[in-house]
């Protein structure tokens, strides 16, 4: 098996610094609504130990860029006390919303520069390539592992981001059974890698190429 070696470090550079921006913007937001928790915890901070999670930040991201499979991960939840939050559950999700934005907001950067370079384009089938020179590394990586971290803490299980607007929505029956399945999230979400990878994938690619295709129309790439 070749490996692209300046293909690895920039993933695991890549994902370190966005996920440290996305539980920041966590903190943030949650400091803005009145929580101060995160800030007291230390976490209003780009120092990565703060952050990164061992398996989830690091492990994840670089072997399933060894298998040459979609990226994405997370890090440690930043710690937030609802009931100090304005808005009550909607601040929280307002809070949880935060990060994954973060990160399609960094992807759009990242694909903007590469557009604007003419790193990136479109290939014959009409996908979209890239230049493997470094710049050209840094613009496809850093928008497919900000899109895969979005795209992943967007799926509703607890503790992950989607999960939080999914509380601010959903009837008490499924309020109660998601407090419940809180405990065991973490649990479920490794299962769901190592059981369901070849779904959780499947989601992933079919994620990325819509939203790929969504940047594709604002910059007027064809």
């Known amino acids: 098996m070749n490996i692209d070696f300046g293909y690895i470090v920039a993933v695991f550079v890549i994902s370190i610094g966005s996920i440290i921006l996305h539980e920041l913007m966590h903190g943030v937001v949650a400091y803005v609504l009145g929580d101060q928790t995160a800030k007291l915890s230390g976490r209003l901070t780009l120092n990565p130990l703060k952050?990164?999670?061992?398996?989830?930040?690091v492990?994840?991201?670089v072997m399933l860029a060894l298998i040459n499979a979609p990226i994405f991960g997370g890090a440690k939840p930043v710690p937030i006390n609802t009931r100090n939050l304005k808005g009550g559950e909607w601040g929280f999700a307002a809070v949880a919303i935060a990060g994954p934005l973060t990160n399609l907001i960094l992807a759009f950067l990242f694909f903007l520069v590469g557009a604007m370079t003419g790193v990136l384009g479109v290939t014959?089938?009409?996908?979209?390539?890239?230049?493997?020179?470094?710049?050209?590394?840094?613009?496809?990586?850093?928008?497919?592992?900000?899109?895969g971290f979005a795209l992943f803490n967007f799926i509703p299980i607890p503790p992950l981001d989607g999960s939080r607007v999914l509380y601010a929505l959903a009837p008490d029956g499924v309020r109660r059974f998601m407090t419940v399945m809180e405990q065991y999230g973490l649990i479920v979400i490794y299962a769901l890698i190592l059981l369901g990878g070849?779904?959780?994938?499947?989601?992933?690619?079919?994620g990325t190429e819509a939203i790929t295709n969504f940047f594709r129309l604002i910059v007027g790439m064809n």
């Open 59 to 61: 492990i994840v991201p």
């Open 124 to 147: 014959i089938d009409g996908s979209l390539g890239y230049i493997p020179d470094m710049l050209g590394t840094i613009c496809i990586v850093g928008t497919m592992v900000n899109i």
């Open 51 to 57: 952050h990164i999670d061992p398996v989830m930040s």
């Open 198 to 206: 070849s779904l959780l994938s499947s989601y992933v690619i079919s």
